[in-house]
Structure formats: C-alpha cells, structure tokens
C-alpha cells in the first residue's frame, strides 16, 4: 500500500487556501500504483464508476476474446487443413510412390496417409462421408457438455472449468496431425474429446461475467470477449491457407494449438472466479463492482429449478431467440463460400478473401453494439428491457431484410457481396439483446442457461443445414430462393416471440429463496 500523508488539523492549518490543501494531499490518481491508487477513493464506492478500459475486469475481456479466438481457430483449423490433407491423393502423392504397392494399400484403406515425396506431409483417400463424419464430431463433443458444463461451472468455479476446456482443447490440437497418420478412427475419437473440452469453455464464460460485469457495462463487457469468436474465424480464413502452402498443414495445428497453451497460461494467472478474491483488484473497482451487483443473488446453490424453467416465458423467449438466431448464422457460415462460388463464380483464392469480409464486419458490430447498448443504459436514454428488445429486433429483423434481398440482386456482384457481409454483421447485434438475457433475468444460473441456450442454436443450426442442402439440391436458383425466405420467416418468428414475451427482471426462482430442488 501506499498510505496518504495526512497532517493533523491544528489552528493553522484552517487557514490554508484550498490549492495549497491539494497540493499537501497530492492527487492520488498520479500518487500511488496501479494496485493502491483507487485506495484513496474509498468514499464514494457505489455512486462513481469505476476505472474505465484499463480497468481489471476490461482486462479479463480481453483474455476471454483471446480465449475466444483460440477456440475458434482451433475448431476451424481442420476446415482449412482439409483441403491439403485430402487436395492431390490421386494424381501428386501416388505420382510420387516409387512402387505401386504401397499405393495400392493405401487406396484400400482410407484412413492410411500416404506421403508426399516432396514435402512429406501426409495426405489422405477420405471420401466426402468420412469428411463429414471427421467435421461434425466435433460438434457431437459441443452438444454433450453444453448442459452439464454450465451447471458444473456454477458449482466448482469458472476459471477451473474454462481453463480446463482451452487446455485440453489446445493439446488436443497439438495431437491432431499424428491422430490423422494414426487413423480415421482415433481423429474422430480426438475432435469428439475437443468438441466436449470446447463445450466446457463455451458455457462457463457466463458465471463469470455474473460476478465481474456491472449491469451497465454487461453489453460492452460480453461484446467485447464474444468479438473474439468471429475475429478468429476472420484470421484462420486469412492465413491458413498461407500456413498450410508455406509450412505444411501440420503447422496449422500446431500454431494455434500453441497459442492456445500460451493463452491458458494467462488464464490461469489474471483470472479469477470473484473480483473480491483477486490479489491485483484496485479497491475502487473492487467495491464498485461489488456494490453495482448488491442486488444480485450471490450465495452457492446445489440445486436448479428445472419446473420453474420450464414455466418461463422469458427464458423461452431467449431460447427462440438463440434458435431464430444461429439457423441463419449457420447457413452463412456453412453454405457461404458454396454460394459465392455458385452465384458469384470466383476463384479459389477470392472466394477465401470474401468469405472472410463477413466476420470482420460481425467482430465490428458485436463491440460497436455493446458499446452503444452501455451507453443507452448508462445515459438512463432507455429501459434495460428496451435495450435487449431494440438490438434483439435489429439483430433478427435487419439480416433478414438483406437475405431477402439476395436473390434479386444475384446479377450485381457488388451488391450481393455487400449483403453477404451485412447478413452476419447485423445479425451480431443480438449480443446486446437476448443472448446476454439470461444474465438479466436469471444470473445465478447464467452459465447453466447459457448451456441450454447454445443446445438450442446447435440444433437450429443441425435443421437448417440440411434443409439448405436439400433445398439447394433440387433447383439452385429457387433453393436458394426458398433458403432465404425459410431463413427470414424463421427470423420473424423469433422476434415476436421475443418482443412479446421478453423480459429484463431477475425471476423470483432466480432469487435466493427458491427451494425447488432438481
């Protein structure tokens, strides 16, 4: 600590002018150390705002959109890989086998590599099924501990739960090239385990801003760690085909597996559970995070109220939301760069520069959207439930307009490219509306019903993927037609749905007298 100099209060001493009285206390925001510096501010806790961006809990944003980021890369990275891994089998790597046998063999089994003579990375005879086998197992992994991983994080910690996830989901990637040379078999055995490792830092992120996020600042708080999601994809989509052409596609693994090992590190050092626990938290920010949650349930709880759940209107209103929400988002991210080759038809390289446009856009909107939700909120301009409803509504409404749009703008390239990056980018506004809800109405079961909530995207996303492919199958233009329109009715659904029955307070089974055991 460093203790203010205090003079005792004589006769003389009622004569100083006010500037001398500051010049003998000093300012304490240039006097003492980041640690000891809010000390000083004691008296006043709840009714000033705490430090603002180089504050401690904007701090641990950061680390949870680089937490984010490696998720995400890591997830993605065989997406990219895969192109390497299987591009040539027939015509480079068996052009290159000195004798015929070996390539025999290794046609008769798919999963077996078989080794480029000049680089001498591993490629692979998997058919379009055992690709997509390999893809969605990662995706089974997610589903199974969406649930139990939100409920486990609300008991045991967050910070144990999350960095446990990212740990393992970055050695797990490490593993990866050696798992593929090993056989399909334990690849998909692998991204199962890093599927159920993802799903465990997904969900638990929530308990976390439950204790650390003012309710002025949840938007910009969550915008900025949710940001890191779509800055991932930006960067895997940009430099992975650069990784995988310069270094090998090992490499892609092993980069972003690495970094996720670096970032758990700092994880597991600035992070913690509850801002009153952490050794490095100024005392004004400590005591005005403390003081903004007063009202918030805090206390451990072992059980969940499943029947009260199940009887609320607004949790399902947030679960349509997310439902409404991730069945366009997964149709863009799928079925993008099939559309802009099919539609637009672009080469290789350009479709990979523009299927990236998207989430740069999706990053931007998520933070500007916090950002202008807190300042609503801060400026008392609207209602808490005001907020979640406008930005649920442009966040649903807006990309809806655009993907109606598309088919009839198909013959200008530029237009069409505009609306495919205003799609995801709008459609990120929904980070200050519902998908932030459950932290409103519920947050002593934040994660819990963050779990839930993703189950729910998961499975827009399952349903509008094949009926996408199955659409597009029969006719493309009016597939694509009907993809859109089916995707906008969906939309429109959600928002009225939400709009009706939203609500912003926290619900009496939320509070800490409820007793219905699970």
Same mark, same amino acid.
């Given at each position: 600590?460093?203790? +203010?100099?205090?003079?005792?209060?004589?006769?003389?001493?009622?004569?100083?002018?006010?500037?001398?009285?500051?010049?003998?206390?000093?300012?304490? &925001?240039?006097?003492?150390?980041?640690?000891?510096?809010?000390?000083?501010?004691?008296?006043?806790?709840?009714?000033?705002?705490?430090?603002?961006?180089?504050?401690?809990?904007?701090?641990?944003?950061?680390?949870?959109?680089?937490?984010?980021?490696?998720?995400?890369?890591?997830?993605?990275?065989?997406?990219?890989?895969?192109?390497?891994?299987?591009?040539?089998?027939?015509?480079?790597?068996?052009?290159?086998?000195?004798?015929?046998?070996?390539?025999?063999?290794?046609?008769?089994?798919?999963?077996?590599?078989?080794?480029?003579?000049?680089?001498?990375?591993?490629?692979?005879?998997?058919?379009?099924?055992?690709?997509?086998?390999?893809?969605?197992?990662?995706?089974?992994?997610?589903?199974?501990?969406?649930?139990?991983?939100?409920?486990?994080?609300?008991?045991?910690?967050?910070?144990?739960?999350? *960095?446990?996830?990212?740990?393992?989901?970055?050695?797990?990637?490490?593993?990866?090239?050696?798992?593929?040379?090993?056989?399909?078999?334990?690849?998909?055995?692998? +991204?199962?385990?890093?599927?159920?490792?993802?799903?465990?830092?997904?969900?638990?992120?929530?308990?976390?801003?439950?204790? #650390?996020?003012?309710?002025?600042?949840?938007?910009?708080?969550?915008?900025?760690? *949710?940001?890191?999601?779509?800055?991932?994809?930006?960067?895997?989509?940009?430099?992975? *085909?650069?990784?995988?052409?310069?270094?090998? #596609?090992?490499?892609?693994?092993? &980069?972003?597996?690495?970094?996720?090992?670096?970032?758990?590190?700092?994880?597991?050092?600035?992070?913690?559970?509850?801002?009153?626990?952490?050794?490095?938290?100024?005392?004004?920010?400590?005591?005005?995070?403390?003081?903004?949650?007063?009202?918030?349930?805090?206390?451990?709880?072992?059980?969940?109220?499943?029947?009260?759940?199940?009887?609320?209107?607004?949790?399902?209103?947030?679960?349509?939301?997310?439902?409404?929400?991730?069945?366009?988002?997964?149709?863009? &991210?799928?079925?993008?760069?099939?559309?802009?080759?099919?539609?637009?038809?672009?080469?290789?390289?350009?479709?990979?520069?523009?299927?990236?446009?998207?989430?740069?856009?999706?990053?931007?909107?998520?933070?500007?959207?916090?950002?202008?939700?807190?300042?609503?909120?801060?400026?008392?301009?609207?209602?808490?439930?005001?907020?979640?409803?406008?930005?649920?509504?442009?966040?649903?409404?807006?990309?809806?307009?655009?993907?109606?749009?598309?088919?009839?703008?198909?013959?200008?390239?530029?237009?069409?490219? /505009?609306?495919?990056?205003? /799609?995801?980018?709008?459609?990120?506004?929904?980070?200050?509306?519902?998908?932030?809800?459950?932290?409103?109405?519920?947050?002593?079961?934040?994660?819990?019903?963050?779990?839930?909530?993703?189950?729910?995207?998961?499975?827009?996303?399952? /349903?509008?993927?094949?009926?996408?492919?199955?659409?597009?199958?029969?006719?493309?233009?009016?597939? #694509?037609?009907?993809?859109?329109?089916?995707?906008?009715?969906?939309?429109?659904?959600?928002?009225?749905?939400?709009?009706?029955?939203?609500?912003?307070?926290?619900?009496? #089974?939320?509070?800490?007298?409820?007793?219905?055991?699970?």
């Amino acid at each position: 600590m460093c203790p +203010r100099p205090r003079k005792t209060l004589g006769s003389e001493d009622q004569s100083l002018s006010r500037s001398k009285r500051f010049r003998e206390e000093g300012d304490p &925001i240039t006097k003492c150390s980041t640690v000891s510096k809010s000390s000083q501010m004691e008296e006043k806790p709840s009714t000033r705002k705490g430090p603002g961006f180089c504050s401690l809990r904007y701090g641990l944003a950061v680390i949870m959109h680089f937490s984010n980021f490696t998720l995400v890369t890591q997830r993605v990275s065989l997406s990219i890989a895969v192109i390497a891994m299987v591009n040539g089998t027939r015509h480079t790597a068996l052009s290159n086998v000195s004798a015929a046998e070996p390539a025999a063999d290794a046609l008769e089994d798919p999963g077996r590599p078989i080794q480029e003579f000049n680089t001498r990375t591993s490629v692979y005879t998997w058919s379009p099924e055992t690709q997509g086998v390999i893809f969605s197992s990662i995706s089974y992994g997610i589903i199974l501990t969406l649930i139990p991983s939100g409920y486990l994080a609300d008991i045991f910690g967050a910070k144990q739960m999350l *960095g446990a996830g990212l740990l393992t989901s970055s050695l797990l990637t490490l593993f990866t090239p050696l798992a593929a040379d090993l056989g399909v078999t334990l690849l998909v055995a692998i +991204r199962t385990l890093q599927g159920v490792a993802q799903g465990m830092a997904w969900t638990g992120q929530f308990t976390i801003w439950a204790k #650390w996020a003012p309710p002025l600042e949840r938007s910009k708080l969550t915008s900025v760690a *949710g940001s890191g999601a779509a800055f991932g994809s930006f960067i895997i989509l940009c430099v992975g *085909g650069l990784i995988s052409q310069a270094l090998g #596609w090992p490499f892609i693994f092993y &980069i972003f597996g690495g970094i996720g090992c670096v970032c758990c590190l700092l994880w597991f050092t600035v992070i913690y559970d509850d801002p009153r626990h952490h050794p490095c938290i100024s005392v004004r920010e400590k005591e005005y995070i403390v003081s903004s949650l007063a009202q918030q349930p805090t206390s451990p709880r072992r059980s969940v109220p499943i029947k009260a759940m199940v009887r609320c209107l607004p949790l399902w209103a947030i679960f349509t939301g997310f439902f409404s929400h991730f069945w366009l988002c997964t149709i863009i &991210i799928t079925y993008l760069p099939t559309y802009i080759s099919s539609v637009l038809h672009v080469s290789i390289r350009d479709s990979g520069l523009l299927s990236s446009l998207p989430f740069v856009a999706a990053a931007s909107c998520t933070i500007l959207g916090g950002q202008l939700a807190d300042f609503l909120l801060s400026r008392n301009l609207l209602r808490l439930i005001t907020v979640r409803k406008l930005f649920s509504s442009l966040g649903l409404l807006l990309p809806s307009l655009c993907a109606v749009a598309l088919p009839f703008v198909a013959s200008s390239h530029v237009t069409t490219v /505009i609306l495919l990056i205003l /799609i995801p980018g709008t459609s990120n506004l929904c980070d200050s509306g519902f998908i932030i809800n459950t932290l409103d109405v519920a947050p002593r079961y934040a994660s819990f019903l963050m779990g839930i909530s993703r189950g729910f995207g998961l499975m827009a996303g399952i /349903i509008s993927s094949t009926a996408t492919g199955f659409l597009i199958s029969q006719d493309s233009m009016s597939g #694509w037609r009907n993809v859109f329109f089916l995707s906008a009715a969906v939309n429109m659904f959600g928002l009225v749905f939400y709009l009706t029955f939203g609500q912003a307070e926290i619900q009496d #089974w939320a509070k800490e007298r409820t007793l219905t055991r699970l």
